[in-house]
């Protein structure tokens, strides 16, 4: 079984910088995806970005040069550095985990594709 916990998140103004914790337990045999997701208020559940066990990464294309998502193998944690925050960027984000086939070229984008999720942690950025 693999449980995902978050932790970080935090009422910040705009401008600041925030990084996000995501602390595994369990093993998957098999290669996997990690992922951060983020919902904000009337709008669905979107990724923000992914990382696979080669540390393959991709990002939605609003985070693009500010977020970046690490992972320290050692520590069993995924990481999620926020930097330059936007009132925009308000929403309770997630780290999720997927299994991933070994043909497969990169991670998934759809929250469906998921089974392992975090309980969330809010992020509001103030103007």
């Known amino acids: 079984q693999v449980q995902l916990a978050e932790s970080g998140g935090v009422a910040v103004q705009s401008g600041g910088a925030l990084r996000l914790s995501c602390a595994a337990s369990?093993?998957?045999?098999?290669?996997?995806?990690m992922g951060w997701f983020r919902q904000a208020p009337g709008k669905e559940r979107e990724v923000v970005t992914t990382?696979?066990?080669?540390?393959?990464?991709s990002y939605v294309d609003s985070v693009k040069g500010r977020f970046t998502i690490s992972q320290d193998n050692a520590k069993n944690t995924l990481y999620l550095q926020m930097n330059s925050l936007k009132p925009e960027d308000t929403a309770m984000y997630y780290c999720?985990?997927?299994?991933?086939?070994?043909?497969?070229?990169?991670?998934?984008?759809?929250?469906?594709?998921?089974?392992?999720w975090g309980q969330g942690t809010q992020v509001t950025v103030s103007s």
């Open positions: 999720a985990a997927a299994p991933l086939a070994w043909w497969s070229r990169r991670c998934p984008s759809a929250s469906g594709d998921f089974g392992y």
């Open positions: 990382i696979d066990d080669n540390g393959r990464t």
């Open positions: 369990g093993y998957i045999d098999s290669r996997y995806c």
